[in-house]
């Protein structure tokens, strides 16, 4: 602590004649602000270098009290890609390591961001919890309920900043409306509807061929038991095999159902059931739903419905993806661009638009929210800020997704939740999916 004070201090007293130093040597602001904080920056690792990255990474070059020392991912092509990308925006090149768990190990590296597939998500964040790191994780932050709980117990054992990446915590204009309907903007909050719409195409016939050169088959499947490598999994399709997704719900009905839980402050269901289905394109090897309704009554006559649509673009709600909240004197529509106010007559008070550039159901996404979280997540590391949002509440939100695929898992089944600690009270079901089987090897901590 008194080296860090130090650091600290030596940089508030150099930041005067750093303007000089700047105009002297050549230096622009970002490259000086490198150099004047690198014993005190938050050096990070990326672990994934494909879809988030292309927004993580501008995200982090862009906070100048943090660099990125290492890259990795099981595919070399991408690694590279990635290394090249972090050298165009920062002018340094990123230690390239495709074993996550070397670069784990190493002391130098502050935080992790995890941004590779589901099955990941929560094995990478306990492995760096223990090792004393901080982490960011992408949603969702676990794979089943289980590992949600074994997350919330380790930050609380270790106390290191863990964030998930449910970014639109971070945005102003839904702060602003979130804050209002919490103060009575729209009178006694009683419902949100949370929505996606996409236009996901046939997946391609699944064939089991040799394992690429460029691909480590054996770190991508990492926690998961072990199978045959098949040639559609390495880009996108992973999402819709349970053995390493958590289908459409995890990938992107967390954002909105955090959101939805957000707004009404409300914590574990006490009911679950869905309506879902494979609709579209049923000779293609998507093994899941591609179409979900799923209901989560909450004490407190509060309730969160889910429309997800994988394959039907139509916008329901006059949005591709968004959250419609009611109360009793009005509604609030909000997604990430912006949100509109309306009265109880439907009349619409007042609307509020992002300057930002991240919204959408485009692939990977990216833009000023992610970097507002982004940021929020070194300041609370500095101890600047608070968190906009803990791993409880990402891992809270996250189980909301969970148990609309045990529920579906389980034949549509309805679902009674303890809303205590929020467990699946049939303990038969609670046995079947509350965890997940592991590969010898890399089962899970004990908590």
């Not at 090792?131 to 919330?152: D, Q, T």
């Not at 990492?222 to 490598?229: F, M």
């Not at 990402?394 to 609309?404: D, E, M, P, Q």
Request: a neutral charge.
């Amino acid at each position: 602590m008194s080296e860090n004070i130090t650091r600290r201090n030596f940089v508030k007293k150099t930041a005067m004649g750093g303007v000089a130093l700047s105009a002297t040597l050549g230096f622009n602001a970002k490259s000086y602000a490198r150099i004047l904080g690198a014993n005190d920056r938050v050096n990070c690792a990326m672990l994934g270098a494909y879809r988030r990255f292309g927004a993580l990474g501008p995200s982090v070059s862009k906070c100048e009290d943090a660099g990125m020392i290492y890259i990795s991912d099981v595919d070399s092509r991408r690694m590279e890609k990635g290394a090249a990308m972090v050298n165009k925006l920062t002018g340094t090149t990123p230690k390239q390591e495709k074993d996550l768990r070397k670069i784990i190990e190493d002391k130098d590296v502050d935080a992790v961001f995890v941004a590779i597939p589901d099955h990941w998500h929560a094995a990478a964040t306990w492995m760096a919890l223990e090792a004393g790191k901080h982490v960011y994780v992408e949603k969702p932050c676990s794979h089943n309920p289980r590992e949600s709980e074994i997350l919330i117990a380790l930050q609380q054992k270790y106390g290191k900043v863990v964030q998930m990446g449910n970014q639109q915590r971070s945005a102003p204009e839904s702060q602003e409306i979130i804050a209002e309907i919490h103060g009575g903007a729209i009178g006694n909050v009683y419902l949100a509807k949370a929505f996606y719409s996409s236009g996901r195409g046939r997946v391609d016939d699944a064939k089991k061929v040799p394992v690429p050169d460029y691909l480590d088959w054996e770190l991508f499947q990492g926690p998961a038991p072990r199978t045959d490598y098949i040639d559609i999994i390495g880009d996108y399709n992973w999402h819709w095999f349970w053995n390493w997704g958590t289908g459409e719900t995890g990938n992107n009905a967390t954002h909105e159902l955090d959101v939805a839980r957000w707004a009404l402050q409300v914590e574990y269901p006490e009911v679950v059931y869905v309506n879902a289905g494979k609709r579209h394109f049923k000779d293609d090897p998507w093994v899941m739903y591609d179409t979900m309704d799923a209901t989560f009554e909450f004490a407190g006559d509060k309730t969160i419905m889910w429309d997800g649509k994988s394959r039907n673009s139509l916008n329901t709600y006059g949005s591709d993806r968004g959250t419609v909240i009611y109360g009793s004197e009005g509604s609030v529509f909000v997604n990430r661009s912006g949100y509109k106010l309306y009265d109880r007559a439907g009349r619409l008070v007042r609307e509020r638009n992002s300057k930002g550039e991240e919204g959408s159901t485009g692939l990977g996404g990216g833009g000023d929210m992610t970097t507002l979280h982004v940021q929020n997540f070194f300041d609370a590391i500095r101890g600047k800020a608070a968190q906009n949002s803990t791993i409880r509440e990402g891992a809270l939100s996250t189980n909301l997704s969970h148990y609309a695929n045990i529920s579906y898992r389980a034949g549509n089944m309805r679902l009674a939740i303890n809303p205590l600690n929020g467990r699946l009270v049939n303990k038969k079901l609670h046995k079947l999916y509350w965890g997940r089987t592991y590969e010898p090897g890399w089962e899970p901590p004990q908590i």
